[in-house]
């Protein structure tokens, strides 16, 4: 049987591959193999591992934003239709408040419905309208001087009109008009500042805004192609 004959690396001569021996060519072959796979390895597999889980990171993150938004989404559906109820309850609310040509009456109503009452009405000037988004209040300036009960049928009388009638108080005072104090007889000054409210006809709505400039534009450029 033939031995075969070790190698020693000393013998190899490396600027002279092609003269190794035919055992040696293989080794060097595999291990140069080896060394390339291992740098490919580190320099593209490794560097695509990290790219990749930033991917699927950002992944994760946009799975998270598409279902919040997909459930977003459902529930329009159900907002709009409650909005819509809303507002068809606030116009009904609204239609129960006196027009622009009811409030003449209105305020002649209430101030016939507190000198009904009892009371004397020492003052009961009407202000200018101020127009709201869908309302316009009217102040009135009133001094009105009566007792405990005639108050109370007043307030009584003004819920009983035939018309939804608001009325807010700013800066009232109540006091005693003599100097016995409040009593359940005694005579009481009611002075201040009252707001009414009617709801704006349609007419009288601000209109709605105008489109942009370049939303007109670009409609134009558009038919024109």
Known sequence: MSQKKK???SELDFNNIGGWPQQAKVVFCVLLAALIMLVAWFVL?????????????RESSLRATFEEEQGRAANLE??????????????????????KTE??????????????SGLSNELFKPGNETPREFYAEKPIALRMVGNYHQFGAFVSGVASLPRVVILTMHDISLKPKDRGGITRNGALELSGTVKTYRYLDESEMPP??????????????????
């Open 208 to 225: 709605a805004p105008a489109p942009k400039k370049g939303a007109k534009k670009k409609s134009k450029s558009k038919g024109g192609a």
């Open 78 to 99: 159900p907002l709009r239709q409650q909005l819509a109820q809303m507002e068809q309850v606030l116009q009904q609310m609204l239609r129960q408040l006196p027009s």
């Open 7 to 9: 190698i020693k690396l």
């Open 103 to 116: 409030m003449p009456d209105l305020i002649v109503d209430i101030s016939q419905t507190a000198l009904s």
């Open 45 to 57: 597999i490794s560097g695509k591992r990290d790219e990749l889980q930033q991917l699927e990171s």
